[in-house]
């Protein structure tokens, strides 16, 4: 059966998890300052039904995510608490090429699509983690 993440999927949330879940350092690129927003896929999904359903004047591009910003050091601290870990964070140099905010603009999805995401970090990570803990269990 093929899994729609795998743990090693480069992503920060699934690295996160993974190394917090194995009892491995948590590595942040850089101080941690730098922000990301998050969005739970099953609010992208909801996004992207809409969008199809639009008239065909409405092409895109749209921006779709969560506007909510948090720190790379403020998710790493997160899913250690979650997680119950006793991982360690660990800082490298970060990549010159790494930007230092990442947050959609998100007016257009809720104008043409009424749209906003509806699940919030606090309520999404928890489910990631626990998806991520039974896919490292099988």
């Given amino acids: 059966m093929a899994h729609a993440c795998i743990p090693n999927d480069g992503r920060v949330v699934s690295n ?18 730098q922000t990301r927003s998050f969005c739970y896929v099953d609010d992208l999904v909801e996004a992207l039904l809409r969008l199809m359903k639009t008239p065909d004047q409405i092409t895109g591009p749209i921006n779709l995510g969560n506007p ?39 007016s257009q999805a809720q104008s043409c699509l009424e749209w906003s995401p509806k699940v919030n970090l606090e309520e999404g990570l928890p489910k990631t983690i626990d998806y991520f803990d039974d896919l490292l269990r099988s």
């Avoid at 917090?20 to 941690?32: C, F, H, N, Q, V």
């Avoid at 909510?68 to 050091?73: A, W, Y």
């Fill in 16 to 33: 996160f998890v993974v190394q917090a879940l194995k009892g491995e350092p948590i590595t942040i690129y850089g101080d941690g300052s």
């Fill in 68 to 106: 909510n910003e948090f720190t790379i050091l403020e998710l790493a601290q997160r899913v250690i608490a979650l997680t119950h870990s006793k991982s360690k964070i660990v800082f490298q140099d970060l990549p010159a090429d790494d930007p230092q905010k990442r947050k959609p603009e998100i």
